[in-house]
């Protein structure tokens, strides 16, 4: 029995599906963030759509085609790469944790040799971008970003009016942006080396443009995010924590009230601070959700598929891994078969990107 309850936090109409205590099991609630898509407002008529759902009036497209133009360094500060073999395997699951989530069937894939970043872009990275295409984030012109709210100061929360119903360690937060990602009083001065938030699937794209790459699609990641194991649920294999060792950023103790960090994050991690997979890339799992290329859809056939791109358009895009936020009690996802969603100009304190690029000119 599912029930959908809708509130309204200024412009910000959020959808939020009320479920069972089983089905609540499985949900954080960080699917369930949007902005209000432009029928809603009435707005955003005689927009083009095209290129796979690029929006060729968005101004933020001019920037990156100035930014290519122009000859800037940047090199040095881009990831690293890794080249993947690619080749058949087997992706998704028969066994999955969340079903509703379109994590089977088990099918396989074959994909050419592509390259990923080792570890999620972090903010150094991101402001590079931003100095030199003078890039403005979705968040940032929409003046909020859903902030998860035990992380916010008594100041910015007293001035909340609304959480999210039934998520309520989701809110709306004004100012919250890149550059703050708890609100106006945070900043990122000492977090220049974790992976940048508050980006929308639009911004991602962008920052992988400027960068000569692109989004990996979802195979392209959990592939990546497999690290050449069979049918395993970790980037490391099948126990959570082999000779109890912490291998990725997540939540240990009671969400969304109590969280122990004993993995040594209350939030999120610099870049590459537990063990790569076998591939030498680290994060896959937890610290951030990452933006992936492909449109959403659950629905997935056995037929075997080559270098696959999903669905030709949808609502939503597909982001994979999991974060800093999940716990097995609430958000099981941090496998790599496990997948969620989000539309693709939401942004959130849990949501970042890497990434890819073709191996082959
Ligand atoms: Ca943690
Ligand atoms: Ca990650």
Redesign the pocket.
């Known amino acids: 029995m599912e029930v959908c309850v809708y509130s309204v936090w200024l412009l910000v109409c959020v959808s939020v599906c009320v479920r069972s205590e089983d089905e609540a099991a499985q949900h954080c609630g960080c699917n369930t963030l949007h902005r209000p898509r432009a029928e809603e407002e009435g707005e955003g008529e005689g927009e083009e759509e095209g290129d796979g759902g690029r929006n060729v009036q968005n101004p933020l497209y001019k920037y990156s085609e100035r930014a290519n133009k122009e000859s800037v360094d940047k090199e040095d500060s881009l990831s690293k790469m890794v080249l993947l073999p690619g080749g058949w395997f087997l992706m998704g699951t028969d066994d999955p944790g969340i079903p509703q989530d379109g994590e089977g069937p088990q099918r396989h894939v074959w994909l050419d040799p592509f390259y990923i970043d080792e570890h ?1 872009v972090t903010n150094l990275q991101f402001q590079l971008f931003t100095n030199t295409t003078h890039h403005v984030t979705e968040a940032e012109r929409f003046g909020d970003s859903f902030v998860f709210e035990g992380l916010l100061s008594e100041e910015v929360k007293s001035s909340l009016k609304h959480a999210v119903a039934a998520a309520p360690w989701w809110s709306p937060v004004k100012g919250a942006d890149w550059r703050h990602p708890e609100g106006p009083d945070s900043s990122i001065t000492h977090r220049m080396d974790h992976p940048v938030l508050h980006v929308s699937w639009a911004d991602a794209q962008m920052y992988c443009e400027w960068a000569g790459r692109r989004l990996p699609t979802e195979a392209e990641w959990e592939f990546s995010c497999r690290g050449g194991l069979k049918d395993r649920l970790y980037p490391w294999g099948n126990k959570l924590m082999p000779r109890e060792q912490h291998y990725a950023n997540l939540w240990q103790g009671e969400f969304p009230n109590h969280n122990t960090a004993e993995d040594g994050f209350a939030q999120t991690s610099p870049v590459k601070k537990f063990p790569a997979n076998a591939f030498g890339l680290y ?8 933006w992936t290329a492909d449109w959403w859809s659950v629905h997935h056939t056995r037929d075997h598929a080559h270098n696959p791109k999903g669905p030709e358009t949808g609502s939503d895009r597909v982001k994979k ?1 999991g ?1 800093y936020m999940c716990h097995k009690s609430y958000c099981y996802r941090y496998r790599c078969a496990a997948r969620s969603q989000n539309t693709p100009d939401s942004s959130a304190s849990n949501l ?1 990107f890497r990434c890819a690029a073709d191996a082959t000119p």
Request: aromatic share 8%.
């Open positions: 999620e994060d896959m799992v937890g610290n951030v959700w990452e891994g974060s970042g």
